[in-house]
């Protein structure tokens, strides 16, 4: 099945080429192969490809990546613009059942 | 089957002393779980350690454990679906074995045990409050602090003689691989993101193809999702189509059952129809829907439904009440479907934040606004027919 793809140039993800030591951590943890390996150092091939999970930047052991990391998730959206629970979706982060406990990733 | 319900009473399960040594101050909850960990009901038995008995499984699953996870994908008792955190044995490890780490949402922990039959390993399962290893990653529990008090109040140091982990590869938004072997000396790899993959990744000595790394998202895995979308979406329904048949029997031109029997009958089944579109059909069909955007699909399946229903309908477009309503339901029906498919985005595989922030911006307002007008166009064809 051809890979599925979301919005064109929307992702906040940054690279910087002179921390990057080419350890090619990011390119286990990311879900969506957004990086290849360049000889020496990690590009970013599929940039429409991340969905901002954040394992790359969190992984990276000398912080050669940025990204807003978050759910891409509307109902968390619309939780968290009507003031419920935060920004999460995938049930309740204190343990409460009455929270939003939407199909969501879970 | 083990006696292990005679062993509990004598076993000290290993209790970390202070908060500080845990990491993540939660020692009420470790006490809470570990006192519970040997009598659950799934257990196949104990396993003697050095440090005393450990709750033991089999890769079997029983129809309880399928049972379970029926009623947890249709959203009943969903929060609850739990194990108790710490280590288990799956079959007869030893201070070789490897070590998995997991979740303790019970679905994604049968789920790791099922992948692997006739394997003697070892699972950590972390405390994520009952929430699967994506989401626990996302929201942090699923993290290196959880990770580093878990590995020290289960004293695994002691239990298995090598210092390696291995880690769903999609709990890595949570876990700092490198600050994890810094404050516990156990390195982390990342295995693969489907359960499925392990053996085959344990078999080529903890290495994944390019393929175990990519998370697609193929219909069996969108299908799945269906149920819990279509309760959330239902209930709303229970409350909306009461009011549909209460307005169109006061409202219409002939007596309450008669106009109730019309316009409330079908207007019940054409938002039954948006739901069934956006929920079921925009799932099933993601990949083949047009446009990028999950509104802009669920939006064309939701034509797609208006047209048939019309033409079931069969209104009289040559009459202004029924080019009226038509307007109605050409406004309400593919609303309702793009809604809940852009709802969609948080269960599929694929969708950032930025991306989805940027399609609300303009669609919510767009839906809101159709789903608005195009009831008080229903009334209002109600009203001058």
Known sequence: MKNLVYLKDVVTLQLDDNKCTGCGMCLDVCPHAVFKMNSKHVVIQNRDACMECGACSRNCPVDAISVQSGVGCAAAVINSMLGRDGEFCCGPDTGS?????????? | M???????????FPMIQDKSDCGCGNTEKHIRNTVSALNQSFLSGSILTSVGHLPQVSSALSWQDHWGTIKARFGVFRMDYSVA??????????????????????????????????????????????????????KGTFGTEELVGRIKSSVLASIVKHRKLILPQLCAP??????????SGFKVQYGPIRAEDLSAYLDAGSKATEQMRIMSF??????VLIPIELMEALKAFLIIAP???????IMGPAGFWANAGSYGLFAVLAILCAIVSGAVFSTLLLPYLPGRAFSIKGFFIGIVTFLILLYLRDINLQAWPGRIETL???????????????NFTGASTYTSLSGVKKEMRWALPLQIAAIAIGIITWIGAILIS
Do not use: Q
């Open chain 2, 243 to 249: 009011v549909l048949l209460v307005l169109s029997g």
């Open chain 2, 2 to 12: 083990d006696n292990y319900s005679d062993s509990k009473n004598k076993f000290e």
């Open chain 2, 218 to 223: 193929p219909l069996k895995e969108r299908a």
């Open chain 2, 174 to 183: 949570g876990v700092a691989a490198h600050i994890v072997a810094k404050l």
């Open chain 1, 97 to 106: 059942k009455t929270a939003n406990n939407k199909g969501c990733c879970c």
């Open chain 2, 85 to 138: 955190p710490g280590l288990y044995a799956l079959g007869n490890p030893d201070d070789n074995s490897s070590v998995l780490v997991t979740a303790n949402y019970k679905m994604s922990f049968d789920r790791l045990r099922k992948a692997l039959p006739g394997r003697d390993v070892w699972i950590l399962v972390l405390d994520t409050d009952g929430i699967n290893v994506w989401c626990a990653a996302g």
């Open chain 2, 328 to 342: 109605a339901w050409l406004l309400i029906i593919p609303a309702i479907s793009a809604f809940l498919t852009m």
